[in-house]
């Protein structure tokens, strides 16, 4: 088995192929002087199974990943299996005004068509699978996430909302207590508001977990929710760290710790995916 990957991700690729006895396959990706993108790949993988890692964060990288899709099809590979460790596009996975477009659906039907399986790290809403012909399956990395603070004798684990209490549930196994989530209501894409919380974490160390952080009000406001409600040390894992504007800065900053993993690399990816890769083998394989 091969393994690829589109530039942004070359690092846990790198990793993942080193740590799995995986041949790295290199790739050539350009620009043509009228700004297309171009894609090849430049070993042949004629009659071999590829593992081509991808995240669909930025538009440019979801199109290089899918063009490097159609590269390994169009050049032979007998199954090509899309791993993307952040599954961008997902948030959208609805229609929640009349008139909008549902990228999660476009998203997966364009993957289906040029890959054999798809692999992903907690995608936003579990519904995208939905949108897929083909086998799509969903690793968790909260167990090793809740690991990672299991040194700090959290009390509770929080979610800051409803979408994220079942990623609490499980650190809270992991962890040993009890999981609750905070009442959020988004107003627009960067402001939420909050009702009141019934229940107590007065004096309790607190892992507050979510999916993804992008421009960080959701946790920001958790954190000040929390220390008003007297909440002792506050720690902030989250799977996805986009950390629009700096916002893992800022977040560091109120907070005891954060951590994410390093499915979008940061300076805050302290946990590995390729940690995780006996638990990815066994999903593809
Ligand atoms: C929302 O449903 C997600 O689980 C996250 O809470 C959200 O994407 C975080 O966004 P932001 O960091 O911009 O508040």
Not at 25 to 31: G, H, L
Not at 93 to 121: F, Q, R, W
Not at 166 to 189: C, F, P, T
């Amino acid at each position: 088995m091969f393994l690829v990957s589109t530039k942004n991700c070359t690092n846990a690729a790198i990793e993942i192929s080193n740590k799995a006895d995986l041949h790295f396959i290199m790739t050539e990706v350009k620009r043509f002087p009228d700004e297309e993108l171009y894609v090849r790949i430049v070993e042949s993988v004629k009659g071999s199974e590829v593992i081509a890692i991808g995240n669909t964060r930025e538009d440019s990288e979801a199109l290089e990943f899918v063009l490097l899709l159609n590269a390994l099809r169009e050049n032979g590979a007998s199954k090509v299996i899309a791993f993307l460790p952040y599954f961008g596009y997902a948030r959208q996975h609805m229609i929640y005004k009349p008139g909008e477009a549902i990228s999660s659906m476009v998203l997966t039907e364009i993957l289906s068509k040029y890959s054999d399986e798809i692999l992903t790290i907690n995608i936003h809403d579990n519904s995208t699978m939905k949108y897929s012909e083909k086998k799509f399956r969903v690793i968790s990395m909260v167990k090793p996430l809740a690991k990672y603070f299991s040194g700090n004798d959290i009390g509770m684990v929080i979610a800051p909302d409803d979408g994220a209490m079942q990623l609490a549930e499980e650190a809270g196994k992991v962890l040993h207590v009890e999981s609750r989530h905070l009442d959020k209501k988004r107003i627009d894409s960067i402001t939420v508001s909050y009702s009141e919380a019934k229940f107590n974490v007065a004096g309790k160390n607190i892992l507050l977990i979510d999916d993804i952080i992008s421009t960080g009000g959701t946790i920001k406001k958790s954190i000040k929710i929390l220390r008003e409600m007297g909440a002792n040390k506050i720690y902030v894992g989250a799977i996805h760290g986009i950390f629009i504007n700096n916002s893992g800065d800022d977040i560091a900053g109120i907070c005891d710790e954060l951590a994410v993993t390093d499915t979008i690399y940061s300076r805050y990816s302290k946990i590995k995916i390729s940690d995780s890769i006996e638990e990815i083998m066994s999903e593809v394989v």
